[in-house]
């Protein structure tokens, strides 16, 4: 999760500032580096290498979870969140721009190596689409359910099936809190049993399957099943758009770390929540988009050297995701690394004499290797 | 061996032989016989020809049959001519009669002032023809001795020269003696004898040869450097007009060195030149760990630029380390202790 925050950290470092609509900057070298559309459906090729800003509201309505964290450390000291545009993310929007949504939905893997940026391409995307009006279905990081679980309820609903009421209750919470007037419109087409008493009828808002979840920590990966297969088949109708967004989508299809009580490890389709998320991901539905992530920080019992979609998702993840479209992230360009090193100057981030100076921003490309999160770990200390 | 009764000043700690036994003619003789005859034995066993059997022949051969791992090379096995292993020693210094054959016996030191009456002489005699070259109006001769390229010998040197000993204050008085002969203008007269008493100094920096740049098939103009540190041993090829991006056996820095401290190293030739973004460099590096691949390929890479920089960048690039290998090996574990220093734990009981 680290590298994925970090490459977030420093594109969004890369934001925006706030120079009224002026691009080009009047003779301030600081305004190179920014630019004043904080709408991600105006970002063109003009703006690469550029940093935008996204006001704190916006940042905590559209971003309960799903920042990396030292983006978040970033914001808190800055004051302000701040996302470079670039290039991966501005061929994604475009793309989305594009897409024919009576068609099933497109499934994009964005991979690149570690700590370059591909978090932060998710999060601007849905950044993109929240201001667009999507519904955006963010899971922040998917090892997160496959791995350091403490509790394990045996499904009421399907024998063989694992829940997890903590990391399902966390999840409904924040998922409650980007979505709220969605949640009011969306009515429940079925009639859902929780248990022997507790049922939701047909035509209520969604928001009372999540009030549901909540409340009742046992039923809470049901609830998030139940929340999941409405959504996919409103939208196939066209209602709105949806926007599944998952961070680390290798997980799905890699192996836990969790363990019955037995001691006989468990595979992720016994887990309620990952078997619905891969029904999710699944292209059988249309209206919307699906943007995923490959990471190796968080994945379990895969080298550290791996990052193509094959080695990370293996076989069986490949053919489950198999059309997608790659995107692959590459560490800074020059003129990316120029604007964020300008933009560390500029927040007085870089306090050491000798990083001020030419050389030490040589020094600094070579040390890094222009990689987003070496870069941001190097600064940190001087 | 038998003990002989010599003097005092025989004894000196600068020669091999320290301890109270000296050696007689004959004994001297006898292994001088018996060298000899071995290095004809020696000859025969490794198939050559007795008679044109040199030094460096005897060296090469011990070399082959008793190989020794040991890191002194004093402490090696070798078979040299007895005059270069045993000690010079002065002869016996009397007659059978007790009375000594120098005229100095008794000053204790009778080399020491036999050779400061000699080189007075020389002086007076330097004197003497400077004052004939004024009485007769005949230019003097200035010819400057390159008294840079020499020094005098070493009090040690000294000692072993007069094979007796002599103090500080001795010898101060006699370099001085010296020094002041050499002042003279017309000292050439004496140069034989002033060469006795000093020896050449090798500049260091002649020494080193710097390589010139080599040009590829593209014309890009390249140079090679080997480093070596604790068992890594690695060659750096440095190309110009480069933009910095450095390969390690095909890997990129930030894959194959993932620790910060790795890449300073690497980066530190290039940034004491300040050329951190104009070379790209390819390198190889096997054995080893992480810090010493490191270290090697820094040697490496700083030899390698040389060929790029001026002579004054050089000589700051001795001065500052970049040129040196380390020689900082693994020390030897020793019998009678845990590790090369650690003792065992010491129980009073």
């Known amino acids: 999760q680290l590298d994925r925050g970090c490459a977030l950290h420093t594109a969004a470092r890369a934001g925006l500032s706030s120079v009224p609509s002026q691009d080009v900057p009047a003779g301030k070298p600081r305004a190179v580096f920014h630019t004043s559309e904080s709408d991600p459906a105006k970002h063109t090729e003009q703006h690469e290498g550029r940093l935008y800003n996204i006001p704190l509201e916006e940042v905590k309505a559209v971003f309960p979870h799903g920042l990396p964290r030292r983006f978040q450390q970033q914001i808190q000291t800055f004051n302000e969140a701040r996302v470079m545009v670039r290039k991966p993310a501005l061929e994604l929007l475009a793309y989305l721009k594009g897409s024919n949504f009576s068609h099933p939905a497109v499934r994009y893997v964005i991979y690149g190596e570690r700590g370059t940026g591909k978090t932060m391409t998710l999060c601007h995307v849905v950044h993109y689409c929240s201001r667009q009006g999507w519904l955006v279905l963010h899971i922040p990081d998917a090892h997160l359910w496959v791995k350091n679980c403490k509790e394990l309820l045996h499904s009421a609903y399907k024998k063989d099936r694992l829940d997890q009421p903590l990391q399902a209750s966390v999840w409904l919470k924040n998922f409650k809190s980007s979505n709220e007037r969605f949640l009011q419109e969306i009515k429940t087409q079925k009639k859902y049993m929780w248990g022997k008493h507790e049922s939701t009828e047909e035509g209520r808002p969604l928001g009372e399957v999540v009030e549901q979840g909540l409340a009742r920590a046992r039923s809470a990966s049901d609830a998030v099943g139940v929340v999941l297969r409405e959504l996919k088949q409103q939208s196939h109708r066209g209602s709105f758009r949806l926007l599944v967004a998952v961070d680390g989508v290798n997980a799905l299809w890699g192996r836990t770390t969790l363990s019955k009580e037995d001691k006989s490890p468990v595979s992720p389709e016994e887990l309620t929540l990952v078997h619905n998320l891969r029904k999710m991901v699944r292209n059988d539905w249309s209206g919307g988009a699906i943007v995923t992530t490959l990471s190796q920080t968080g994945s379990l019992f895969k080298p550290s050297s791996a990052y193509t979609p094959q080695e990370l998702l293996g076989k069986e993840g490949f053919d489950a995701l198999d059309p997608f479209v790659p995107i692959p992230v590459p560490n800074y360009s020059p003129r990316e690394f120029e604007s964020c090193y300008g933009y560390y100057l500029e927040r007085r981030w870089l306090q050491h004499e000798k990083a001020l100076t030419e050389d030490g921003k040589a020094e600094l490309q070579f040390l890094s290797g222009s990689n987003p999160r070496q870069l941001d770990r190097l600064a940190g200390p001087l | ?349």
């Open chain 2, 1 to 349: 061996l038998r003990l002989i009764c010599t003097t005092a000043a025989v004894q000196r700690k600068n020669a091999g032989a320290s301890g109270p036994e000296k050696y007689t003619e004959a004994f001297i003789k006898k292994q001088i016989e018996e060298f000899n005859l071995g290095k004809r034995h020696l000859a025969n066993m490794m198939g050559e020809d007795p008679e044109t059997f040199t030094q460096e022949d005897i060296d090469r051969a011990i070399a082959y049959l008793f190989p020794s791992g040991l890191f002194d090379e004093r402490a090696r096995p070798v078979m040299k001519h007895p005059t270069e292993i045993f000690p010079e020693q002065r002869k016996i210094q009397w007659g059978e009669d007790g009375r000594p054959f120098h005229f100095l016996f008794y000053t204790g030191k009778q080399s020491y002032y036999s050779l400061m009456h000699e080189t007075y002489e020389k002086l007076l005699n330097v004197q003497k023809h400077q004052d004939q070259l004024i009485a007769q109006d005949l230019p003097l001769q200035k010819e400057k001795r390159n008294l840079a390229g020499s020094r005098w010998l070493t009090k040690i040197e000294l000692e072993e020269m007069l094979l007796e000993k002599v103090s500080d204050d001795d010898y101060s008085r006699f370099i001085q003696l010296l020094q002041k002969l050499v002042a003279l203008p017309c000292a050439d007269i004496e140069e034989k004898y002033i060469q006795k008493f000093s020896k050449e100094v090798p500049v260091q920096l002649q020494k080193v040869v710097i390589e010139p740049l080599q040009y590829d098939e593209r014309g890009v103009a390249f140079s090679t450097g080997e480093g070596r540190r604790k068992t890594a041993s690695a060659t750096a090829i440095v190309y110009d007009n480069g933009t910095g991006k450095i390969t390690v056996n095909g890997i990129d820095i930030l894959h194959y060195f993932p620790v910060l401290q790795d890449r300073e190293q690497l980066l530190f030739p290039f940034q004491f030149l300040g050329r951190i973004g104009k070379h790209d460099m390819v390198c190889t590096v096997s054995g080893g760990g992480r810090s010493s691949q490191a270290g090697a390929i820094r040697l490496a890479s700083a030899k390698a630029l040389r060929s790029f920089v001026t002579e004054k960048e050089v000589e700051f690039m001795r001065q500052a380390g970049l040129l040196t290998l380390d020689p900082r090996v693994k020390e030897r574990k020793k019998p009678g202790q845990e590790g090369p220093r650690r003792k065992f734990t010491w129980k009073k009981r």
